[in-house]
């Protein structure tokens, strides 16, 4: 049986046997077929719009499919925050974190005993793409993984703070503890950007994870303020105890207090990873062309991190925008090697 399937710009033809993609369908799409498509898959009428023509070799797309479930998944690999995944079924999980507020994951739940957590970025969220292709990426090979909003950040509780990696570190030990405690095994972490910080903070604090990937992580703290701040901002913070700060959208906009900024600045990243167990297997990972945290960085960790491995991605922006293809396998295949270590 051939069902259609047509997430935002594509309609793409799944062979349901055979597991296989075998066509794209005309550029046209009837007005039929697309009152088909939105009844079986229940898709919004406003995602059914006419299809862009694209090589399967060139396209962002990329799909796969379970044919046990009968479950399709499709998403799109672009640098933004993505929800774009047909039929997809995560667990809802809420835990609390020390401060009694509530945490909001989804776990792919696969039955292993292991677990892979994945941290976001600086105001990212657990929906952000690269979180979503990692975790069907662990999905895909049997492994269990879960994607959660740091507290402020997404569906979680709390209120969205400039530093706050102390607190993300303690959030991360709240998700860690709750899986122990139902008798899973949490065998690795991965965190990109900010969120890249944070697990590597965590290794330094407990060492209880075996294996850690670090993508796109800040070795100097004190590097790209000034830049998001503007001149003199710690002067300006001292002043009136805090920075406001708005897109020129409007959007995005959030105050840096002089607490949460001084945080920052006396975050150590050299002694942190200094302190990392010399059993945990390090992974970092960073583009040779990210125009947010240069490449340098992660050659400073790959210096003092005891039992460490670093690939430098040519080419690959801070989002690993045109480069998610490199990047899925890398981290992939550096949790297949260490999982079963435990």
């Not at 309609?11 to 369908?25: A, V």
């Not at 479950?71 to 809802?92: C, W």
């Not at 001084?262 to 200094?274: F, P």
């Amino acid at each position: 049986m051939v069902q259609p399937v047509h997430p935002v710009s594509w309609l793409l033809l799944i062979d349901m046997k055979h597991d296989r993609i075998i066509n794209i369908c005309p550029q046209r799409i009837k007005k039929n077929m697309r009152a088909l498509i939105q009844k079986v898959y229940l898709i919004p009428s406003d995602l059914l719009t006419a299809p862009k023509v694209h090589s399967i070799k060139k396209s962002p797309l990329s799909a796969t499919l379970t044919s046990s479930t009968r479950r399709i998944k499709l998403k799109m690999a672009t640098g933004g925050s993505t929800n774009q995944i047909l039929g997809a079924e995560q667990q809802k999980i809420i835990i609390p974190n020390n401060c009694g507020e509530k945490l909001v994951g989804l776990l792919h739940e696969t039955g292993s005993k292991e677990i892979v957590i994945l941290c976001h970025g600086f105001q990212g969220t657990k929906e952000y793409s690269m979180m979503v292709e990692l975790s069907y990426a662990l999905e895909k090979q049997g492994i269990s993984a879960f994607r959660f909003d740091f507290s402020g950040n997404g569906e979680s509780e709390g209120s969205f703070e400039f530093g706050n990696y102390r607190k993300e570190v303690d959030d991360l030990h709240a998700v860690i503890q709750h899986f122990n405690a139902a008798n899973r095994v949490v065998s690795a972490i991965i965190g990109h950007s900010k969120g890249g910080n944070v697990v590597v903070l965590y290794a330094s604090l407990h060492h209880d994870i075996p294996t850690v990937v670090h993508v796109s992580g800040r070795y100097k703290m004190d590097r790209g303020i000034e830049e998001r701040l503007g001149k003199d901002y710690l002067e300006r913070a001292k002043k009136v105890g805090f920075i406001d700060i708005k897109s020129n959208t409007g959007e995005g906009s959030f105050r840096v207090t002089e607490e949460s900024l001084m945080e920052r600045l006396n975050t150590y990243m050299h002694e942190a990873g200094l302190k990392i167990d010399p059993d945990c297997r390090v992974l970092t990972v960073h583009g040779s062309a990210d125009e947010v945290i240069p490449v340098e960085d992660a050659l400073e960790f790959a210096k003092i991190i005891p039992n460490h491995e670093l690939k430098i991605i040519e080419g690959a922006n801070h989002g690993y925008t045109n480069h998610r293809d490199i990047l899925v396998p890398v981290v992939l295949d550096f949790i297949k090697a260490n999982i079963h270590r435990v």
